[in-house]
């Protein structure tokens, strides 16, 4: 054999990082993780760096640790001979709608210091116009979701705002009318709720429990950090209402009841916010940075506190997970989950404007809650369905296409994020925020893929997680 006929194989996408005391080599082919003991770690990084010394690492470990590092990389698929896999094709149509959100009112009796909705400053106002929705428009909404789920057996409707209590009538006549499409059609529905809690009253209460309507409450933290961005409209703090409705739902529904948290700039001790919300009898918390250019955005400089704060969970994670005790920090759990088997590439971050619609109060539909009230992005209506080829730009947005994901190791198991943050002012779809969003996320995946290793997790569940549902109710499935 002459040299061209001589083929040496090709080194495979690969990420590799040191967490919670781990090194792993986490393949972006195969999307499969693994411990790498110090010379295959090495030997890998010097595979793709023109810079690193091949004396330095027969010096370091030796040829036959060598021999045997590479062996083992080529079984493991980082050297193959075969080329790498093509992006998968867009699909020729979105799938099937199963998540409709309601965006029952505009109005809301809080007036949150980062909410992307608030009048002053914001090119679109939150809801399309200052009156409610219709029962009418609400039953057209429920209708066209059971409509468009196609064989689908299950579907899932989000009550949404403003705030949606302050349209309680209207948000019982919806459920009792999403129940009878139940009976009728044989379809699961999934009703939820998403409040600030404040309005959360026993009447409340009990339509929750009646109509078996999930809540995910948004909650800061501790007092004081709620207080500081989620005030009344005579500017009082907003905590102690909340926190007592709270613990009246929770003993309601014990360790089920899901919590949002925002972090504001200032705040990371998530560690405090996480504690102090699972304190409140939450289930779980799932935790976001302030974005969208608010006043209270979360800059970059923060993000090495967060980073730092999600790292010390993990390892908290660890403890508990060895003690038997329940974990209910999402960001982190979901990311096990996520990478515990990865049967199939993430494509999307979530199912905006494919799977999962948001109907505004006059009637339009829209992508998602975050969309609504910017007219260049409405995509239908109630009477006569969503517009098809915006749908198909949707479904079009996949992580191998959109801008600033296509090269990242992650995708597959990112998805790609929030679309709304990645908006730009021309409504396309621009790059997602790699400073703040993206660093945040792209640790917390490094964190799982790491305590994957530490604690075995390829089967089983952790200690008290539920099982995997098909969708959240803000539609981040696929």
């Known amino acids: 054999m002459d040299a061209a006929e001589l083929t040496l194989p090709r080194v495979a996408g690969f990420h590799r990082f040191e967490r919670l005391g781990r090194r792993i080599l986490f393949n972006t ?23 690193a010394s091949p004396e330095a690492l027969l010096a370091a470990h030796g040829p036959e640790r060598l021999a045997a590092a590479a062996a083992s990389l080529a ?16 699909p020729r149509r979105p799938p099937p709608v199963t998540t409709l959100e309601l965006m029952l009112t505009h109005a809301c009796n809080l007036r949150c210091a980062y909410c992307y909705g608030r009048e002053d400053g914001a090119p679109h106002l939150y809801g399309a116009d200052r009156a409610g929705m219709s029962l009418a428009t609400a039953r057209r909404g429920l209708d066209l979701l059971f409509a468009l789920s196609g064989r689908a057996g299950r579907v899932a409707a989000v009550f949404f705002g403003g705030e949606p209590l302050l349209a309680l009538d209207v948000l019982e006549a919806a459920a009792a009318h999403g129940r009878e499409l139940e009976k009728t059609t044989g379809k699961r529905l999934d009703l939820s709720l998403s409040t600030n809690a404040t309005l959360l009253d026993a009447r409340a209460r009990r339509l929750l429990a009646r109509q078996r309507i999930g809540c995910q409450v ?8 709620h207080d500081a961005c989620r005030r009344t409209i005579d500017g009082r703090g907003s905590y102690a209402a909340a926190a ?8 309601m529904r014990p360790g089920r009841v899901p919590a949002r948290a925002t972090l504001a700039s200032g705040v990371t001790d ?8 699972l304190g409140l009898g939450f289930g779980s918390v799932h935790v976001e940075p302030a974005a969208g ?8 400089s923060d993000v090495p506190a967060v980073l730092a704060a999600n790292e010390r969970l993990a390892h908290d994670l660890v403890d508990s997970a060895r003690a038997g005790r329940a974990v209910g920090y999402e960001n982190l759990t979901r990311q096990l989950r996520a990478t515990r088997q990865v049967r199939r590439r993430q494509q999307y971050g979530c199912g905006a404007g494919r799977s999962l619609l948001a109907l505004s109060q006059d009637g339009r539909l829209y992508p998602c809650h975050r969309f609504v009230g910017n007219e260049r992005l409405a995509m239908g209506d109630a009477e006569s369905g969503p517009d098809l080829a915006a749908r198909r730009r949707y479904a079009a947005l996949n992580v191998d296409r959109r801008p600033g994901c296509a090269d990242c190791w992650a995708r597959h198991l990112c998805g790609g994020g929030c679309l709304h943050q990645a908006l730009k002012p021309d409504g396309e779809i621009g790059e997602p925020d790699r400073e703040v969003a993206c660093t945040i996320s792209l640790h917390l995946i490094e964190c799982a893929l790491a305590l994957h290793a530490e604690l075995g997790l390829v089967a089983g569940r952790l200690p008290g997680e539920p099982a995997p549902t098909q969708e959240d109710h803000h539609g981040r499935a696929s």
């Open 29 to 51: 082919e195969t999307l499969l993780a693994y411990a790498a003991d110090d010379a295959a770690y090495e030997l890998a990084g010097a595979l793709t760096e023109p810079a």
């Open 75 to 90: 079984a493991e698929g980082f050297l193959c001979a075969t080329p790498p896999p093509l992006p998968p094709k867009a």
């Open 218 to 225: 948004s909650l800061d933290g501790p007092p004081a950090v």
């Open 244 to 251: 007592a409705n709270v613990r009246a739902l929770t003993a």
């Open 270 to 277: 998530v560690g405090a916010v996480v504690g102090h919300l």
């Open 293 to 300: 250019g608010c006043p209270v955005s979360m800059p970059p």
